[in-house]
Each structure stands twice: as structure tokens, then as C-alpha cells.
């Protein structure tokens, strides 16, 4: 069993920067593919990054590639967002999740584990 526990989220403006945190309890999360998604008002929920449980294996989707970046410290259980050059598009609320994997899914529904979210809003 994971519990998941989002913050960092806020009010920024486009072009500034953001970290989320996701802590994890439970002294297995070193066994878990980690992965941040987001959904906006009336969008279905999407990927947006992914990390292998090692830290060595990264995936991206193609519209935060090179804006963001995603990162973990299994000694911590957290995984970290790092978003650079935020956009108005990128409002959402974002949700860390947890598979228990071999390899990176970007399907919401392969998720095991989810954390309450936390809201990002980017003003033009």
C-alpha cells in the first residue's frame, strides 16, 4: 500500500517556474514507476512525466518535453516536478501516481496508487 501527497502547486505567472513534491509512505516506494499527470476543467486526465524506479529512465509528454523535469530521491519517497516556462496551458490540477512496474505507462488506468492533487494555475 502507497499513500500519495502532492504540494508546490499555486498561482504563477506564464514563463515562471513551479516544483511540485509528491511524499510517498511506505517502505516499498523504491519499487514503484512514479508519474505526475494533470487535468484541466473538462479534459480528460493526461501523462505528463514518468521516472523508472531506479531514477535512470525518464518519459516525457511531447508538450512539457524540455520544460519540464522529473526527478526522485528514494531515501526521501518523493518525486519531484520540476516546471520551467510555464504556459496558460498548463493550468490543471496535477496528480502524482504509482505503479507497481517494470516500465513507464502513460495510461491513467495502469495506475495503482493516486494523491489528492494540487492545483497549478499559469496567468498570461
Known amino acids: 500500500q502507497v499513500q500519495l501527497v502532492e504540494s508546490g502547486g499555486g498561482l504563477v505567472q506564464a514563463g515562471g517556474s513551479l516544483r511540485l513534491s509528491c511524499a510517498a509512505s511506505?517502505?516499498?516506494?523504491?519499487?514503484?514507476?512514479m508519474a505526475w499527470f494533470r487535468q484541466a476543467p473538462g479534459k480528460e486526465r493526461e501523462f505528463v512525466a514518468g521516472?523508472?524506479?531506479?531514477?535512470?529512465?525518464?518519459y516525457y509528454a511531447d508538450s512539457v518535453k524540455d520544460r519540464f523535469t522529473i526527478s526522485r530521491d528514494n531515501a526521501k519517497n518523493t518525486v519531484y516536478l520540476q516546471m520551467n516556462s510555464l504556459k496558460p496551458e498548463d493550468t490543471a490540477v496535477y496528480y502524482c501516481?504509482?505503479?507497481?512496474?517494470?516500465?513507464?505507462?502513460?495510461?491513467?488506468?495502469?495506475?495503482?496508487?493516486w494523491g489528492q492533487g494540487t492545483q497549478v494555475t499559469v496567468s498570461s
Open positions: 511506505g517502505r516499498t516506494f523504491r519499487s514503484y514507476v
Open positions: 501516481a504509482a505503479d507497481y512496474a517494470l516500465g513507464i505507462k502513460s495510461d491513467y488506468e495502469e495506475y495503482d496508487y
Open positions: 521516472i523508472s524506479w531506479s531514477g535512470t529512465k525518464t
